[in-house]
Structure formats: C-alpha cells, structure tokens
C-alpha cells in the first residue's frame, strides 16, 4: 500500500504545479510468452519536445538490473531515488500486471507520451518496448509491444 502512495503522489506530481485535476487510470500490461524469468519493466512519461518527465511505476526489485532499462536509465541518470518506494515485483511470461493510479487530466491529448522500457536477466533489453501517446481516443486501445509484452492498454 505504501508503495501505491507514492506512485499516486509522483504520478500526480507530472503536471505543472497549480493543477489538481486528476482522474483514475488503469494502466494493464499483458506480458508475452517470452520464455524466461520475470521481466524488469520501467513506465515513464515523456513531454511533447521528448523531455523526460517522470517515472510512473518500476516493476522489478533488484536496482542492479535497473541499467538494462535502458532508456528509462538514459533519461534519469540510473538514479534509483526516482523509483523509491514505487518498486513492484518483476513480471513473468505470460502473466499481466495491473496498475490503477490518478494521473492529472492535464497529461491527456498535450503530447506527453507513456513509454515502457522491458528487460529480463540473460535475454535481450528492450527499450522503448511500447510507446503510446496518452490521448482520451487512445484509452483502451491496445498497444503491441516488441518483445516481451504482448500489449498493453491504459483506460479511464
């Protein structure tokens, strides 16, 4: 629970400051059938220039394994404190993770973009497996990944 805290509080923290208005999203991650241990998975979000803005979730304990986020790892410098307290456990083959958090309206059809970088121990890293455009028309379509996740969606 503490965990769900704070992504909500980071989540909420990737609008400009003054903004209070924030509905709940359900972000779903439908893995792969890839074949080897939990993935490593980073969600992050980008502005309309490509600018890192924040992360929303990590899934994956280990910070050791963070740098094969490789683009999550590139925007923040590797700097774990960005994903303190908001850590889950990896996600395996096959199997999906659902995330429910408030993210600010205002990150919606502005040109921000959610990313999601995928990696698993002795296999390829995957960076950028998924990147979607958070648009209101773009809630519950699924979005193909590349490698390790099959789809994913995000719904209001």
């Known amino acids: 629970m503490k965990s769900l805290i704070a992504a909500l509080a980071l989540s909420t ?3 400009a400051p ?3 208005l924030a509905r709940p999203v359900t972000l779903t991650v439908n893995m792969a059938q890839y074949g080897g241990p939990g993935a490593y998975l980073a969600i992050y ?3 309309a220039s490509g ?3 924040g992360s929303l979730w990590m899934a994956g304990g280990k910070s050791k394994y963070y740098k094969h986020l490789t683009d999550w790892a590139q925007f923040t410098g590797g700097d774990v404190a960005q994903v303190d307290g908001i850590t889950g456990a990896s996600v395996g083959s096959g199997r999906s993770l659902e995330l429910t958090m408030d993210l600010a309206d205002a990150l919606f059809d502005a040109g921000y973009t959610l990313h999601i970088d995928a990696a698993a121990e002795d296999m390829r890293d995957s960076p950028n497996e998924v990147a979607v455009p958070l648009t209101a028309a773009g809630a519950g379509v699924p979005a193909p990944g590349r490698r390790y996740i099959a789809d994913f969606t995000y719904g209001f």
Do not use: F, K, Q, R
Request: hydrophobic share 65%; net charge negative.
């Open 13 to 15: 923290a990737l609008v």
């Open 18 to 20: 003054g903004l209070a």
């Open 45 to 47: 979000v980008t502005d």
């Open 51 to 53: 600018a890192y803005a």
